[in-house]
């Protein structure tokens, strides 16, 4: 059964004049065939992406991977943006990121005339288990802050626990919810090496021509880990999209 939450953002909303709003805000459309799509490096507090789709900057704003957006036309993914917006004043480096991401809501709001509502549906999800013979490569953390690395084959972790590597990392590589089942309490440091699943054949993970090192990340979870992932069926809380505007150019 689903769970249908409707949770429309409008801008004309009475709440609009308390959300976190950008001070200036500039979105235009991607000109030639550029390389790079994502984010670039900026100042505290500003969003600056370049090449980026709308549902790209859905998944950002509201933390949400592909497989949990549904419905909206096909120009969210097709068409392209170039990004810049800036907070008032000059920015707060210890800015919360949570808050970046409130003014992005509000920017989709403001200028795509963002509205959508939440479901939750019965999808495929995953569960992160302890494989035979595990776990194993897992040390005591060495510092008391959490961080992780990922260059996209090397994954670099930092007091680091079972259930944030799940939910952060997995769900990411895999574009699924995955649940922490291991049992395994605390925080560890550990890495993880593997093989992207297009990457081309006889390629290194450097990049170079000697042949691959490392396996499927899968596979390499279970050899380097101890760690195994088992698909399952499970409710995902997915954003429906009512509403969404090509935004005005400036």
Not at 64 to 69: E, L, S, T
Not at 219 to 230: F, I, N, S, T, V
Request: glycine share 8%; aromatic share 8%; hydrophobic share 40%.
């Amino acid at each position: 059964m689903w769970l249908h939450l409707m949770f429309l953002f409008l801008a004309q909303t009475p709440e609009a004049a308390s959300r976190p709003l950008f001070d200036v805000v500039s979105i235009k459309p991607t000109l030639g065939q550029p390389m790079n799509s994502g984010f670039r490096r900026a100042s505290p507090g500003v969003l600056n992406a370049t090449n980026v789709s709308l549902r790209f900057l859905i998944e950002y704003a509201y933390d949400v991977r592909d497989d949990q957006i549904s419905g909206g036309s096909a120009w969210m993914d097709s068409e392209r943006y170039e990004v810049l917006a800036k907070p008032p004043g000059d920015g707060n480096p210890r800015e919360d990121a949570r808050l970046i991401r409130q003014r992005t809501q509000s920017l989709l709001v403001d200028r795509f005339h963002l509205a959508f509502h939440r479901e939750t549906k019965e999808l495929p999800v995953y569960v992160l288990l302890v494989a035979k013979n595990g776990p194993k490569g897992l040390r005591e953390p060495s510092q008391a802050v959490t961080d992780f690395v990922n260059n996209g084959r090397h994954l670099n972790c930092q007091h680091v626990s079972m259930a944030v590597f799940a939910r952060q990392f997995l769900a990411n590589q895999i574009g699924r919810s995955v649940t922490d089942a291991t049992g395994i309490e605390g925080n560890f440091d550990f890495t993880l090496d593997w093989s992207p699943d297009d990457a081309p054949a006889g390629a290194s993970p450097a990049g170079g021509t000697a042949p691959q090192q490392f396996p499927p990340l899968v596979l390499a979870l279970q050899e380097q880990l101890g760690l195994k992932l088992e698909q399952r069926k499970g409710p995902v809380e997915v954003l429906v999209i009512d509403r969404a505007e090509r935004p005005a150019e400036n």
